[in-house]
Every structure is written in structure tokens, then in C-alpha cells.
């Protein structure tokens, strides 16, 4: 007979497996970037529509996903959903075209959309109050494993297997997630203790909402964007503008997530300090933002002479965007919580799919008026900068009355 605590790790488990995968598929593309290129001869564009692809299809499922959450439970709806990530990832395995890449991909993407919202809804009914926050906290850690697996492990696999091989494994490892997910996860009973998070208040109650909107141009661009270049833009800059070779770049890929990794953990250590000292998230936004983009201005400064660490940082830097969540969630009501949630996860990972969709087509523009591939990269960052500032002025003038 498996004990209480015993049987809460062992769902824990389950699901932070299943996590683990949704973020390795999310930034493989970074390490895959000099394969794919080569192999089906993409330009900047359309390997920012690729990478951005699971962000597109991740965004537009993440409302359906929490409705279905509601009705049916994680177990069927992860379970179901990463059916739709098995054939996706079989199917990019396969893929002979430029299009039957981009089509998997998004399809990835909605296949993993509710790797983390499922859990996050389960833990509420099967935790106790207070472990559910260490869970989440857990969950968020497990994100950093993936990106991790994601760039110098996958790189020494590359030339013993191929890209289709390593994908192929992805799918196995899918597979087991999806068989775990059914043996070992609770069922769900539709009851009110289930669903009072969610039942009740409606969308567009959270879509007025002051702070919100506020919120959208930030997580839109500077959170979206700083996903971006994670999962993609910090792999091909390294490339094409510090001339790393793929070793080397998927090396500095590696040290990059490695990095945080532990600043995630140190990240939540310091947090509850600052709240005993009166220091809100909203403030800490507020004054913590900015030095990420002194460092992103460094970066396009320094050109040829920015590598790993300046990009490591740079999302050092950005890592204040992560408090963005929690302080919405804590704006609303319990009943509007979730809801504020994965809407604003809409604007995060559409806002990835535009950046690394748009700074792919900026550069590709660049480079068709005459300019170098290095100064290609730096009017495309260039860009993403001044769209930052101008957001994170926008919630400063919409926050501007907040201590």
C-alpha cells in the first residue's frame, strides 16, 4: 500500500516527467538551428516561423485546454493532448519539406499545452495547501532540465543518430508519459471542490481589468521575447555573428540554462525576503526590468564580441519577468485566478511566435537591402529593444500610481 506522501511524489513525478519533455521539444530548435538550415536551406524567416510554430499552436490552446481542465481533469486532457504530441514529434521526424516541419511543430505545440496547467489544476484538489506551492515551484525547476537536455546533450547525439533519430526518441519518451499519465494519476470527479476556481466569473471580467492590460504589451513582448531568444535567437547569433561553431554554441546553450537552472532556485529562496521587506512584485518589475535592457543594448553594442555570457545576462536579467504571473494571479479573485492565467499565457507564447518569427524576417530584410549578416542581427535586436522600452513604459503609466 503506497502511502499518502509516497503517492503525492509519484503523481508529482508523472506529470514533471511529461513537463520535462513539452520543454525540451520547446527549445530544441536552438540547438537543431545549423542542421535544419543546412538541410532545407532556411532563411532567417522561416526558421523563426519553425522555431515559433509550438509557441503558436501552445498559445491558441492554452483557453480550450483550461476549459477541458475543468470538465475533465488533467489525466484525460494530458493524456489526450500528448497523444496529439506523439504523432506531431513522429510526424517532424519524417518531415521532407519546410512545411511538413512547420505543420508538426505547431501541432506540437498544442499537443503539450497543458503540461503545466493540467498538473497546476490537479495539484489544488490533491495537495495539500501548503505543498502546492513547493509543487509549482518544482515544476518551474523541471522547465530548466529541459532547456538543458535541449542544447550540449542533444549536440553529441546529433552526429551518432541524425536530428530524426533524436525526435524518434522524443516520441518514446512521449509514449511512456502518456502510459504513466493513465496508470498512476488520480481520476476526476466533477464537483464544485474540483471547480471553483474556474466555473465561475467570466473572460471578459479579466480582460478589463486594469493591471491586465497593462500586463499584455510587457509579457507580450519582453516576456515573449526573452522566450524567444532562449529557445532560439541566443543559438543563431552565436553562430552568425560571434562565429561559434555548433559545439561551441550548443555549449554555450547549455552553460546559459545551467545558469538558470540555479537562479530559479536562488530566485525563490530571496523572493520571500523581499516581501518582508515591503517590496512588491510590481516594484521589483518595475526596477529590476530595465537593467536587462542596458545589457540587451550592450549585446548589440558589442556584436561579434557578445557570446554566451552576455546572453546569459541578459535572460539573468529578465528573469523579474517570472514574478508577472503570480502577482496577476494574486489580483483576482480565487474564481478569476486560473482564468487570468492562460490569458495571459496567450499573449506570452504568441508573443515568442511573433518575436522569433519577426527578428527571422528583420534580419532577412536586412541582409536583401545590402547590410552584413552581423549588422542584420543588430538593427533586428535593435528593434526588439525600442519595442520593449515602449512596453514596459506602458505599464509603468498604467501602474504608475503602485509604490
Known amino acids: 500500500m503506497i502511502s499518502k ?30 542542421v535544419l538550415t543546412s538541410e532545407f536551406d532556411l532563411s532567417a524567416g522561416n526558421l523563426g516561423l519553425l522555431a515559433g510554430g509550438y509557441f503558436l499552436g501552445f498559445s491558441l ?36 519539406s519546410f512545411t511538413g516541419l512547420l505543420i508538426s511543430r505547431f501541432f506540437i505545440g498544442v499537443g503539450v499545452a497543458a503540461c503545466l496547467m493540467g498538473p497546476l489544476t490537479g495539484y489544488r484538489v490533491w495537495f495539500e495547501e501548503k505543498y502546492q506551492q513547493r509543487a509549482n515551484s518544482w515544476m518551474l525547476m523541471v522547465a530548466s532540465f529541459g532547456f538543458v537536455i535541449s542544447t550540449l546533450p ?56 486594469k493591471f491586465f492590460i497593462s500586463l499584455i504589451p510587457l509579457c507580450f513582448l ?27 554554441s550548443a555549449t554555450g546553450l547549455f552553460w546559459i540554462n545551467i545558469t538558470m537552472l540555479f537562479a530559479f532556485m536562488f530566485w525563490g529562496y530571496i523572493l520571500p525576503k523581499f516581501s518582508s521587506l515591503g517590496i512588491d512584485s510590481i516594484k521589483i518589475v518595475k526596477i529590476g526590468l530595465p537593467i536587462s535592457y542596458v545589457v540587451l543594448f550592450s549585446i548589440i553594442i558589442m556584436g561579434q564580441n557578445a557570446g554566451a555570457i552576455m546572453f546569459t545576462l541578459y535572460i539573468l536579467s529578465s528573469i523579474v519577468l517570472s514574478l508577472t504571473q503570480p502577482a496577476l494571479a494574486l489580483s483576482f479573485p480565487q ?13 506570452i507564447h504568441s508573443g515568442t511566435f511573433f518575436v522569433q518569427w519577426g527578428i527571422g524576417l528583420l534580419i532577412d530584410l536586412s541582409k536583401n537591402m545590402g547590410a552584413s549578416t552581423v549588422t542584420s542581427y543588430k538593427i533586428s535586436f535593435s528593434i526588439f529593444l525600442i519595442l520593449c522600452i515602449f512596453s ?7 501602474n504608475k500610481n503602485e509604490n
Request: proline share 5%; with cysteine.
Open 5 to 34: 506522501a509516497n503517492k503525492s511524489i509519484l503523481i508529482f513525478c508523472v506529470f514533471a516527467f511529461g513537463f520535462f519533455i513539452s520543454n525540451l521539444l520547446r527549445s530544441i530548435t536552438a540547438t537543431l538551428t545549423p
Open 61 to 96: 490552446m492554452q483557453i480550450p485546454a483550461g476549459l477541458l481542465l475543468d470538465k475533465y481533469g488533467p489525466k484525460k486532457v494530458v493524456a489526450y493532448l500528448l497523444l496529439i504530441a506523439l504523432i506531431s514529434t513522429i510526424s517532424f521526424a519524417f518531415a521532407k
Open 154 to 209: 542533444v549536440q553529441i547525439l546529433l552526429p551518432m543518430i541524425g536530428w530524426r533519430s533524436i525526435f524518434l526518441l522524443i516520441s518514446i519518451l512521449i509514449l511512456l508519459s502518456i502510459i504513466l499519465i493513465l496508470v498512476f494519476t488520480p481520476s476526476w470527479n466533477n464537483n464544485p471542490k474540483n471547480t471553483t476556481t474556474q466555473e465561475k466569473g467570466n473572460l471578459s471580467d479579466v480582460w478589463k481589468n
Open 222 to 248: 519582453n516576456y515573449g521575447g526573452v522566450q524567444a531568444v532562449q529557445t532560439l535567437w541566443a543559438g543563431p547569433w552565436m553562430l552568425n555573428v560571434a562565429g561559434y561553431s555548433p559545439l561551441d
Open 335 to 347: 474564481n478569476l485566478a486560473g482564468k487570468s492565467l492562460t490569458s495571459i499565457n496567450v499573449f
Open 392 to 398: 514596459y513604459l506602458f505599464f509603468i503609466y498604467f
